[in-house]
């Protein structure tokens, strides 16, 4: 069965710093890998996806994340965090077959301070 | 941005009432997915169908939980007698299948 550790419950980063939000995931096969972010009261949004390929992977707002197979990571990487990405992040997973349904890690709550 | 539409926003139940939420996908996407957000933020997937057919439903679903994606109409998920417990954010998805899961705002059910 899968499984997705986010193991920063929260963060705190002032802004215009660098963050990095982590992600390790157990799977018999490597999953899709997808970074979710939840702001107050609504939905969940698409920030990136990995597939397979370049293991560096850019998303929307200035995010990257890396794919790690040896680590069995995912993490999320922005260089200039801006106020309004406070928020819950969520890294999910999910396998190429059978019921596609995700699997989610607990979330990081990211507050960002001036 | 997702066009995954989901109604009502917010539902009010007291216990042992039904609740009943729809969904509509967005345009082309055969798959379509109810997840369970509680309050510590814990997603628990409920029921996903292909072309109206069920994939896979949890346990929970087949007791007190009923769901449908009928064509041509919106889907739904319905609880039948609501329990405290069941008060969380419902969250529809949908997708192309093996691919990406585009999210409705959700409905935020309360049960009193």
């Known amino acids: 069965a899968q499984s997705v550790t986010q193991p920063d419950a929260r963060v705190t980063v002032s802004e215009g710093a660098s963050l990095q939000l982590r992600c390790k995931y157990s799977?018999?096969?490597?999953?899709?890998l997808f970074w979710y972010v939840q702001y107050p009261r609504q939905g969940l949004q698409l920030l990136l996806k990995?597939?397979?390929?370049?293991?560096v992977v850019q998303g929307v707002n200035g995010f990257e994340a890396e794919f790690s197979k040896s680590n069995s990571s995912f993490h999320l990487r922005k260089a200039s965090v801006h106020w309004s990405d406070s928020a819950v992040y969520f890294c999910?997973?999910?396998?190429?077959?059978?019921?596609?349904?995700?699997?989610f890690g607990a979330g990081t709550r990211l507050k960002v301070i001036a | 941005n997702s066009k995954v539409i989901q109604t009502p926003r917010y539902l009010v139940k007291g216990q042992g009432q039904k609740a009943k939420m729809r969904c509509i996908p967005e345009?082309?996407?055969?798959?379509v997915f109810w997840y369970q957000q509680n309050k510590n933020n814990e997603f628990k997937f409920l029921i996903n169908?292909?072309?109206?057919?069920?994939?896979?439903q949890i346990d929970m679903t087949e007791k007190r939980f009923s769901a449908e994606c009928p064509s041509n109409s919106p889907c739904s998920l319905e609880i039948q007698s609501s329990e405290a417990g069941d008060s969380a954010l419902y969250l529809c998805?949908?997708?192309?299948?093996?691919?990406?899961?585009?999210f409705g705002p959700g409905t935020r059910l309360l049960v009193l």
């Open positions: 998805a949908s997708s192309l299948g093996t691919d990406t899961q585009y």
């Open positions: 799977s018999s096969v490597t999953p899709y």
């Open positions: 990995y597939y397979s390929g370049d293991p």
């Open positions: 999910a997973v999910s396998l190429n077959t059978g019921n596609y349904k995700y699997v």
């Open positions: 345009k082309g996407h055969p798959v």
């Open positions: 169908f292909q072309n109206q057919e069920v994939l896979q």
